[in-house]
């Protein structure tokens, strides 16, 4: 997957199969199985001080973190359902500006041990770290559990 061809079909997929990120117009900055950026501006994710709602916060990160396990079951040949089991956001500062939701790293052999146990159980889990950033800040940090169902796509 490179980022180019990706782009525009995660981000419609996004935008049809999870209505929430078009209306906080969600964009993909880049999409590659080693690493995935998405971004959304401030103006439809404010709350009442003017800066960003934290649960706009919150689901951009999630969003990140789901659409790197998607690309990666799709990627590798795998028909399945990625769900969130559990999230946890911490807030380090306001966001004031638009903000990125970055997947960290994950090492290759995580993934590997992941689609194993998807191809033997039907199921498996992954954490994915996430850090989002505004102005060149980073302003939030989230981890996330994700599930994947095998045959549900």
Do not use: C
């Not at 973190?65 to 306001?94: C, D, F, K, M, N």
């Not at 498996?124 to 989002?132: E, K, N």
């Amino acid at each position: 997957m490179e980022t180019r061809a990706a782009t525009p079909s995660l981000e419609q997929y996004l935008r049809e199969h999870i209505p929430l990120s078009a209306a906080m117009e969600v964009s993909v900055v880049s999409a590659r199985p080693d690493g995935v950026t998405l971004s959304a501006p401030l103006a439809p994710n404010l709350n009442h001080r003017s800066t960003a709602f934290g649960g706009s916060v919150n689901a951009l990160a999630t969003l990140a973190g789901w659409s790197i396990v998607h690309l990666r079951v799709r990627g590798s040949g795998h028909v399945a359902r990625t769900v969130i089991q559990e999230g946890s956001t911490s807030y380090l500062r306001p966001i004031h500006a638009a903000f990125e939701a970055t997947v960290l790293p994950i090492e290759e052999d995580r993934w590997e041990r992941f689609l194993r146990m998807l191809v033997k159980k039907g199921r498996a889990r992954i954490d994915i770290p996430v850090r989002v950033t505004s102005a060149g800040e980073e302003v939030a940090t989230f981890r996330g559990r994700f599930v994947v169902l095998m045959g549900e796509g």
